[in-house]
């Protein structure tokens, strides 16, 4: 193999690690958008296909869940505890394994309370989510996705501190 030959390899391979990484990053950020915005206009099953695979796998503080049907309800049911949502993600880890790769992110969100109790303006968290994306025919989507709650301000869901 040529001289040029090996560069264009090496070439090929960095650009492509450099999409899937641009992919993925995409992919986050859809997600955590769509956590604000998935049902803006109305109750929507569709958004999950989006994001996830057909058999993906949750777990977070409020409960875990299995598989793509119902994906959309069980958020749309965390998130109704609340009048509004923010939730902004950084510092994006992504180690690529071929077709899957690991994903971590770090994740401070605020959750407005309903106006039916100014006393409770918002409950803020803060915390990391962590799971294994892979390539599908329709691009990267999440198997594994879960958050890990580290710290919380305010009163809860239920109006309680959590802790």
Request: hydrophobic share 40%.
């Amino acid at each position: 193999m040529s001289t040029i030959d090996r560069e264009l390899t090496e070439l090929h391979i960095q650009v492509r690690a450099l999409a899937d990484r641009a992919a993925i990053s995409e992919l986050v950020d859809r997600y955590v958008v769509l956590l604000d915005t998935q049902d803006a206009d109305g109750f929507d099953d569709s958004w999950p296909a989006t994001v996830f695979t057909d058999d993906v796998e949750l777990a977070f503080p409020v409960g875990t869940w299995q598989g793509l049907e119902g994906v959309a309800r069980f958020h749309y049911e965390a998130k109704a505890r609340f009048a509004h949502t923010l939730h902004l993600s950084g510092n994006h880890t992504i180690t690529l394994d071929g077709d899957e790769a690991d994903v971590r992110l770090h994740l401070v969100a605020t959750h407005v309370h309903h106006p039916a109790d100014p006393a409770r303006a918002h409950f803020d968290i803060g915390g990391h989510y962590a799971g294994r994306a892979v390539r599908t025919d329709d691009g990267w989507r999440f198997r594994t996705w879960g958050f890990h709650l580290d710290w919380s301000t305010g009163p809860g869901p239920d109006g309680v501190p959590l802790g």
